[in-house]
């Protein structure tokens, strides 16, 4: 049965425009999908997203965040129905750091806008710590269809968890999917791209927004209260 309630602290940070219908199976990405200790919230344009009150407790005042390093060592790559497997997708150590630099970049620059969260330098200097993990890349056309002048276009699944550091207990998970117009910025990265810039800022600004949502410290007219199921 769902209960609607008001903003709850922190859910609302992974609520994603522009998000593509690509479910992923594997329970891995959310373990909190079977765990009953998490409510499961509707009216969130998040693909999937879970809470849990008990280790969100006292939330409302944190404001120290530590970015840990994206896991990027679980990326399937979902081709085109029929196509065959393209190992060149794999991400190198030299492209692994680029994203890790594009990420903490941009998501320091998101969260800290208008001085709304302080990014730290380490994990015992925070409160919370955002971990993500990159779980699938979508790309809509094959390497050989790209290359014969199809459009570029895709989507990336991220699965993210917000942790209470002095617990190490996770209060809020979302495994979500953004749609972007080059997905190929992700294969074979030799430098900085603006694309993977523009995904990871967007991401960084759904989070500033909802947390300064929920954590009672914006007007914003359209946020919504959203629907929690407790799990049977």
Not at 25 to 47: C, H, I, L, M, Q
Not at 55 to 84: D, H, M, T, W
Not at 183 to 202: K, S, T, V
Request: glycine share 6%.
């Amino acid at each position: 049965m769902y209960q609607k309630i008001l903003p709850v602290l922190l859910a609302a940070m992974f609520v994603l425009g522009g998000c593509a219908e690509n479910p992923v199976a594997d329970n891995s990405v959310a373990p909190e999908r079977d765990d009953p200790g998490f409510y499961e919230a509707r009216n969130s344009r998040a693909d999937e997203l879970y809470l849990n009150p008990e280790s969100a407790k006292g939330g409302s005042a944190f404001r120290k965040i530590y970015i840990a390093p994206a896991n990027l060592s679980k990326i399937q790559v979902i081709q085109p129905e029929g196509a065959s497997a393209d190992d060149a997708w794999d991400v190198s150590d030299i492209e692994d750091s680029i994203i890790q630099n594009a990420l903490r970049e941009e998501f320091t620059i998101a969260l800290g806008y208008e001085s709304a969260f302080n990014v730290v330098e380490t994990r015992e200097e925070s409160e919370m710590v955002i971990n993500t993990t990159v779980v699938a890349i979508h790309p809509n056309a094959t390497r050989a269809e790209v290359a014969a002048g199809a459009r570029r276009g895709g989507a990336i699944t991220v699965s993210m968890a917000l942790v209470n550091t002095a617990t190490g207990n996770v209060m809020v998970r979302s495994v979500d999917t953004k749609s972007t117009d080059d997905i190929w910025a992700f294969d074979q990265i030799d430098n900085e791209d603006p694309a993977i810039d523009l995904i990871f800022r967007a991401w960084g600004n759904s989070m500033r927004r909802g947390l300064l949502n929920l954590q009672g410290r914006t007007n914003d007219p359209l946020a919504q209260p959203l629907l929690l199921k407790e799990r049977e």
